[in-house]
T-cell receptor
């Protein structure tokens, strides 16, 4: 597809379970971001991957959160031992970083996570 | 100072009037600037990007960048009820990382 895709679109899990959220960025985009957005709130930055550089993990809220990006493409966000406060929409975005005019972020549709 | 700051609103504007959305930024972000629109329950979508001082117009939207004063604004002319949304300002830093503000809620009054 031409855009950023995320799966699943909805995930309901029980407290204490682990979940994996997937993001497929736009082909050729070297930068990939994960955000979290609670209802009525702004975007909360989680992690940023840029090419082969070490990821910027400064936004991860706890060590229960981790993310990886394999082969510079697909990314997986893993939340271990989920808590009710993890319930939110998780958004992925990608961008090209090839100079001014190419660094626009494009967002996926998000994964709505509900922890019961 | 936060890297990108916006008034959270809500900003209420009568239909047909000009809506003016403002954003200030710190020295830590200085390269590219963006305005995104987010409807409730949807993902953000890009409206405008601007890279140099001055105005950039696209239809009813005009982005204004003033690097000396470190602000970027978005004007929406002939506001429509469909313009009611949250508007997110964003800027990139030297590491090409894009930083978002918290967003301004805009409500166009019919």
């Amino acid at each position: 597809g031409a855009g950023v895709s995320q799966s699943p679109s909805n995930k309901v899990t029980e407290k204490g379970k682990d979940v994996e959220l997937r993001c497929d960025p736009i082909s050729g985009h070297t930068a990939l971001y994960w955000y979290r957005q609670s209802l009525g709130q702004g975007l909360e930055f989680l992690i940023y991957f840029q090419g082969n550089s070490a990821p910027d993990k400064s936004g991860l809220p706890s060590d229960r959160f981790s993310a990886e990006r394999t082969g510079g493409s697909v990314s997986t966000l893993t939340i271990q031992r989920t808590q009710q406060e993890d319930s939110a929409v998780y958004l992925c975005a990608s961008s090209s970083v090839a100079g001014l005019g190419t660094d626009t972020q494009y967002f996926g549709p998000g994964t709505r996570l509900t922890v019961l | 100072q936060k890297e990108v700051e916006q008034n959270s609103g809500p900003l209420s504007v009568p239909e047909g009037a000009i809506a003016s959305l403002n954003c200030t930024y710190s020295d830590r972000v200085s390269q590219s600037f963006f305005w995104y629109r987010q409807y409730s329950g949807k993902s953000p979508e890009l409206i405008m990007s601007i890279y140099s001082n001055g105005d950039k117009e696209d239809g009813r939207f005009t982005a204004q960048l003033n690097k000396a004063s470190q602000y970027v604004s978005l004007l929406i002319r002939d506001s429509q009820p469909s313009d009611s949304a949250t508007y997110l300002c964003a800027a990139s830093n030297r590491d090409d990382k894009i930083i978002f503000g918290k967003g301004t809620r805009l409500h166009i009054l019919p």
